[in-house]
């Protein structure tokens, strides 16, 4: 099994993400989604992405389906990042939780999501996954608390 997952946006994927950021940035909110905002880590530029934030057992996580996407990488060399919908901004922390902690998240969020981001799971994973292969998989799926 590859150990790493990514699965970039290209085509109508690139056209969507900047549509539903678009909307996001103007208070829609469709499905949830929110501007993750972050400093590039090479860049020093922000760069911003649509999320879906999921509200789980009393706490807020940002999954990354895709894998090890850039806004992945800037959250771990970031102090801050910024979500945004409309107007309502918060500056927040986001720490990536360990694997082993990630399945009952990323449970809540294939139910919750799983229709929208099913094409983009590591190969063998589908959104009515059992626990155990939510957790072989788990270390490919970033998860990241949001604190503030």
Do not use: C
Request: net charge positive.
């Amino acid at each position: 099994m590859n150990d790493t997952h990514y699965i970039p946006p290209a085509g109508s994927d690139r056209t969507f993400s900047r549509a539903v950021r678009w909307l996001a940035d103007r208070g829609v909110n469709l499905a949830g989604a929110e501007t993750l905002t972050v400093v590039g880590r090479v860049s020093g530029q922000p760069q911003r992405v649509p999320v879906n934030p999921l509200t789980f057992d009393g706490g807020e996580y940002l999954v990354a389906v895709r894998g090890e996407a850039q806004w992945v990488r800037n959250a771990r060399a970031a102090a801050t990042a910024e979500l945004r919908r409309g107007r309502k901004r918060r500056t927040v922390a986001l720490h990536e939780i360990e694997a082993a902690q990630r399945v009952p998240v990323l449970r809540a969020y294939l139910k919750k999501w799983g229709w929208e981001v099913k094409r983009f799971l590591p190969e063998g994973l589908t959104v009515d996954a059992t626990d155990e292969e939510l957790a072989a998989h788990a270390h490919q799926l970033p998860v990241f608390a949001i604190a503030g």
